[in-house]
């Protein structure tokens, strides 16, 4: 077993030696250059809603992970924040009549302070305790979306209008959408770099590497770990209104704990801790979701066959295994 | 499902030959039954529902009138977020003309709503909001099979009739069982019964017995289980232990379709009223149809939605063919405008909102030492004629209909 | 007639007597998977599975060999626990060097493949199970009529769960095991097989869970996503519990079951809430639980 070393890590974390940091940020750049680029040119070779739903999930992935490979903190319940954000955002844009960004704002913004509140509760105890605790809390929102009114049951808020953004561009033209949620993604995307690379980020993984270290060094750990879990809400909460307003959309599927699940899955495959292994793990889950529909329900049994097959044989996931070919963290 | 770049190309070329190969072949149309083959209505839709489609198409001898019909399938598992999407894709990037059956209220109201925006067909069999032709109704859907409204006024109306006057609902809480509660409760009341109480069980839930402990105190005559699936078969077994059914007191279950029956054995279901739009064993026609469909679905009987999911494509490839067009508007103005008439649900027609009219039927499910044997089931009650089964048109809000 | 809280006195009795069945089964699911969580330190993701396949194993047992239920109850965890035992030395033995988190994330994906097998198999509308004819039938209490099945479901898990309590307790054996816990290299020393134990340990618990799918599998359907939906509620309740306290699993667990039973007759709408909110409240006040031990 080559994994008895980081055996109380649950990240794949792959050493920085301080004299290549530079290095690799500038690496991380190019990495950043490719991504939008092939976002770019993608919806010349697929459909432009099923790359749209990539996007969102990659976002989402990335955020998650933001929590789980820095802060190392396993939220079960991320389906609460990516749900409830999915349903603001649509019942703004669609019965308060809000114009798609100020939509998909509030859909961040209460994912934000749903974050805020359930962090407080959770972060009070680490390990499996807080994956259990963020599982229950996310229970409720669940129950909330099923039952009250205004969220439309089983039905969920449907016929969610696009919308014009800033009153000039007409959503409805779905290569309009791709370019605004593409737009979204990558800023998305930029935000969890910086936080990850900022002072912020190195304490986060101070804290995770050492507990009792970083506290004895002066450092409030409950309120780094609440800061990370607020962050973590916020940028999945913008995933999930993205995603509504552009499945014109938001229902259970969203508040569901298999959704927590699915997000775990991504960034299990695609490697927990860094950067870019989220965005692998949210393509291979949506395009295998999406190219195997035709199998239906044989679908949960693969990712429950993947799911066990990378926890055995896979920790580092498909990025983390490159990272360590390429001696770089990726 | 959905190919892209190459894969497209080579599919194109495909289909160029073909075309070239059947000279005869004037119209391609291509039909999509988007159900649940995984989940919960799998067994009263899923795969019984493709076989169905393509029996259709066969039996309408398509290719010997220059229509070629392509039928494809996938799963949308019971959730409006996935069939949406399948339903975009199906028209936007695969060529599909109609989308057919479809069960689970909410789903269905989500291809509706995107058939609409992409003007094409959507036949609904499978689900039963009386909102489809009702306050959201579409002039692209048609909904063929039942809706809430007809099981309601079936069951409800027939047991006020004998004597069943006071009612205890049990209503699944989420929007689905409240409509069937809504509707139910209102025909109750307009046949002079009265209703009692309701309790919202937490949906879904796997105990019905504290909810059922509260409809006994109540006293009411008839227990109506407004849910659906799971749940109406978990609340009728539990009825059954609780001596509910001993003390007097009749369960009605709003929504229960033949492979509910199957699964819960005459033991448990026996003395059950329901109403259907189909039964196998009604006359030659059925048990002719039911018998072959039969062969093809490993020996399980047909449901009320697979026989609407054939007798609804094949009103459409009438329309296709008298037309020689599969222009969605001209098609959907033609099957409006034909009476329907097939061997599986008789004579009727299709109204402005989409409803289709035909009769439908009340049964009492039969007591074990009644039954021949597997899929005898049902005692036929009463038929109420087309013209009194559905809502009438001016009762359900339907923009089309003013 | 007597009212309590408004309520007629008659309908709460009856309301609280079902509301401790319901417990019944959260006692037995959570208290196997507090026997787990002791002993391996891992949150079994895939009781629910379990649970789902006890109760599949008794309508199979009948339907492909003819066996009834009384003998269902004894081979359905035998053959369960087995499986379990399987399960644990190939796939979760390989993690115990790993964080806790890894064996949640495994019987996560574990319990995905064995519902999505049996729901590609048998569809999910559920399969009939008859009550046995021993137990058929009901008696008239006054407030209620308990029938049979019931009475016996409670009377079983809570003899079912007492003894493993005092085994675990009051036991020879129960007291290595606690050691184990506590002190696994220290009792390897003494030279008891600890992995042998840990491997016993978890047969012990999904074991229990069979029993618990069995005796469902007469009053709820028999039906792939029985297990799933459970699952998430009986978390809860061991985490209100306190993980891994055996008795406190065992006494939320027909504590919540009463709790839930109340919120059923005064705001039904709340009743598959509750307990998390319960939950929360309990977290706020001791993070450990109920009976958990401070860490």
Known sequence: MTETARADQPTTTVAVPAHARRNDVAFHRWIFGGIALAVAFAPALAYPVFLMKVMCFGLFASAFNLLLGFGGLLSFGHAAYFGAAAYVSALAAKAWGLPPELAILAGASAAALLGALFGAVAIRRQGIYFAMITLALAQMIYFVALQAKVTGGEDGIQGVPRGTLFGLIDLGNDYALYAVVALIFLAGLAAVHRIVHSPFGHVLRAIRENEPRALSLGYRVPRYRHAVFVMSATLTGLAGATKAIVFQLASLTDVHWTMSGEVVLMTLIGGMGTMFGPLVGALVVVAMEYYLASIGGWISVIEGAVFVVCVLGFREGIVGVLARKLKRPL | MMRSGPGRLVVAIAMLFAAAGTARAEIAVKVGVLNDRSGIYSDLA???????????????????????????????????DIGSTIARQWYDQDGVDAILDVPTSSVALAVSQVTREKNKVFIVSGAGASDITGAQCSPNTIHWTYDTYSLAKGTAGAMVKNGGKSWFFLTADYAFGHALERDAAAIVKAAGGSVVDSVNVPFPATDFSSFLLQAQGSKADVIGLANAGGDTINAIKQASEFGIGEG???LAGLLVFLSDVHALGLKAAQGLVLTEAFYWDLNEGTRAWSKRFAERAGGKMPTMVHAGAYAGLQHYLK?????????PMAVLAKMKATPTDDPIFGKG?????????????????????????????????????????????????????? | MHT??????????????????????????SLGLAVIFGLLNIINFSHGAFYMLGAFLAWMLLTYCGIGYWWSLVLAPLIVGALGIAVERLLIARLYRLDPLYGLLLTFGLALVLQGVFRNIYGVSGLPYGIPSALAGGRNLGFMILPNYRAWVIALSLAVSISTWLAIEKTRLGATLR????????????GINVPLFVTVTYGFGVALAALAGVLAAPIYSVNPNMGADLIITVFAVVVIGGLGSILGSIVTGFGLGLAEGLTKVIYPEASSTVIFAIMIVVLLVKPNGLFGKAT
């Open chain 3, 179 to 190: 050691a184990a816990t506590e002190n696994p290299a220290l009792v390897e020393a003494f």
């Open chain 2, 46 to 80: 899923g795969e019984g529902s493709v076989i169905a489609a393509h029996m259709a198409v066969e039996d309408f001898k398509a290719a010997e009138k220059g229509i070629k019909v392509d039928i494809v399938s996938a799963d949308h598992q019971n959730k409006p």
């Open chain 2, 319 to 327: 329309a296709v063919e008298a037309l020689k067009s599969k222009d």
């Open chain 2, 349 to 402: 027609s299709i109204r402005v909102d989409g409803r289709t009219l035909h009769d439908m039927y009340l049964f009492e499910v039969k007591k074990p030492d009644e039954s021949k044997g597997p899929y005898d089931y049902y005692k036929l009650i009463t038929t109420i004629p087309a013209a009194e089964a559905f809502r009438p048109l001016n009762e359900g809000s339907c923009p089309l209909a003013k």
């Open chain 3, 4 to 29: 309590i809280f408004g309520i007629p006195s008659q309908l709460l009795f009856g309301q609280l007597l079902l509301g401790l069945i319901n417990g019944a089964f959260y006692a037995l699911l």
């Open chain 2, 248 to 250: 007097g007191q009749k």
